[in-house]
């Protein structure tokens, strides 16, 4: 690679933080996030999300930006001016409506704008329905920076393949899809990410080709989800342990192993809705995919009423009963709230007059907060409950001594399938 290359991520949040590290450990580096709080706790070497632990981000910070290999992380425009790479990596979330909602992407491309000179190439993360980058996001940077697509500089896509809170499917352990918006710059983006990813690269024919794969790679694992929470529907009308079911159907060597469960967070419960909303704007209304999307929606509401059930049968008094809910976050291990259905199981269960405490080592208090209006502790309560709900399986969770938090004629659902015999039940 050429000695001069300089990058900016753009967005420093799960995705962006560990591939600038990554890239740091060989480039120099800019990161850049509107949040100057982020940028505070970054520069003094903490990362709040967990994924890079503070003794390897502490390796490639620099205290400032220049040419020196490392990583500099900066909320001033000014700071990435002199790059010649910037990589987007900004959240694509959906509205209340599930309609995608582009506008990170269009604020990050106006900054980008701002500074794009000539011979700069322009890579985009970020999940989206295929067209985004060369239909929405080009533009804005021609708009902004005056310069001409494909003449003036260029544009990639290299979709993220970040698992939150995994700490061994890591950036540089998973194979990178590339691409460019011409064969040459296909082979640069390609040629960049090399030099990084020890798993190895795929560069794409196209753009859109690149898209694609991305967005169908969470659709498809929302649809083997949806798949099996049906069965788990099913099988519990026919009293059947739908894990022991999928333990005896895994002994053959071609079945997939998914599990019945809640579908948030924002890849596999957001995705789908790119693909489905592209899919109708060329006029066909994609039936299996959002046919996933609404049985795995459903689940929140289907889990509290099972949780119900099992109360009125073991002659727990419902309307005032306490609940300790055990997590939070959209997945284990990981302090990320964003769009967990943990809420809609909260909230369900809100309507039976149920109270309920909500106990999560990890998750932020006022983030949770902010976004849910609810109340959470990061201690374990001193107190028994009339229910126990594991709704997020943290490793922390494992060693609680439950019957501590129990009453004596109490109910202990698992909604992870991690806890073995001692709960009453599962989904």
């Known amino acids: 690679m050429d000695k001069n290359v300089k990058i900016a991520v753009i967005g420093l949040g799960y995705v962006g933080l560990p591939l600038a590290r990554l890239f740091a450990t060989k480039y120099s580096v800019v990161g850049f996030d509107i949040n100057q709080s982020r940028i505070n706790s970054l520069q003094s070497g903490t990362d709040t999300t967990l994924e890079v632990d503070d003794e390897t981000l502490q390796k490639v910070l620099l205290d400032k930006t220049g040419g020196a290999i490392g990583l500099y992380c900066s909320s001033k425009i000014e700071d990435i001016k002199d790059c010649n790479y910037y990589i987007v990596t900004v959240p694509t979330p959906v509205d ?35 067209g985004v980058t060369e239909e929405e996001c080009v533009p804005v940077l021609e708009k902004i920076s005056g310069l ?3 003449v003036d500089f260029y544009a990639g896509y290299s979709p993220e393949r970040i ?19 011409t064969p040459e710059i296909g082979k640069k983006v390609d040629e960049l990410y090399r030099t990084v990813i020890t798993a190895g690269t795929h560069l794409a024919p196209t753009i859109k080709v690149a898209e694609a794969a991305k967005v169908i ?85 289907y889990i509290a009423s099972q949780v119900v059930k099992l109360m009125l049968k073991k002659g727990i008094y419902v309307n005032g009963a306490n609940l300790l809910m055990l997590g939070i976050t959209f997945k284990e291990n990981c ?30 208090l006022e983030e949770v907060y902010k976004e849910y209006k609810l109340d959470i502790t990061n201690i374990i309560p001193n107190q028994k409950f009339d229910t126990v ?30 806890l073995g015999n001692i709960a009453d039940s599962r989904l």
């Open 163 to 181: 698992n939150p809170g995994d700490k061994e499917h890591t950036v540089e352990k998973i194979l990178k899809v590339t691409s460019g918006s």
């Open 96 to 130: 209340k409506n599930n309609r995608p909602d582009l506008t990170p992407l269009y604020k990050s491309s106006e900054t980008v704008g701002s500074v794009l000179k000539k011979g700069d190439i322009v890579i985009y993360e970020s999940t989206v329905y295929p």
């Open 335 to 364: 302090p990320d709230v964003r769009n967990t259905k943990i809420v809609d199981l909260i909230l369900a269960l809100k309507e039976y007059g149920i109270t309920i405490t909500i106990f999560d080592p990890l998750a932020s």
């Open 217 to 301: 790679e969470n659709s498809q694992r929302d649809i083997n989800i949806a798949f099996v929470n049906e069965l788990a529907k099913i099988f519990n009308l026919m009293n059947i342990d739908t894990q022991a079911v999928l333990e005896a159907a895994g002994t053959k060597w071609n079945f997939l192993p998914f599990k019945p469960g809640l579908v948030g967070g924002h890849c596999i419960g957001v995705d789908p809705y790119y693909l489905a909303q592209r899919a109708q704007e060329f006029g066909y209304h994609p039936e299996i995919i959002l046919a996933g999307r609404r049985l795995n929606d459903s689940m929140g509401e």
């Open 389 to 418: 709900v594991l709704g997020v399986a943290h490793a922390e969770f494992l060693s609680l001594n439950f019957s501590e938090l129990q009453k004596e004629n109490s109910l202990l659902y698992d909604v992870k399938g991690i």
């Open 148 to 150: 001409k697509y494909n």
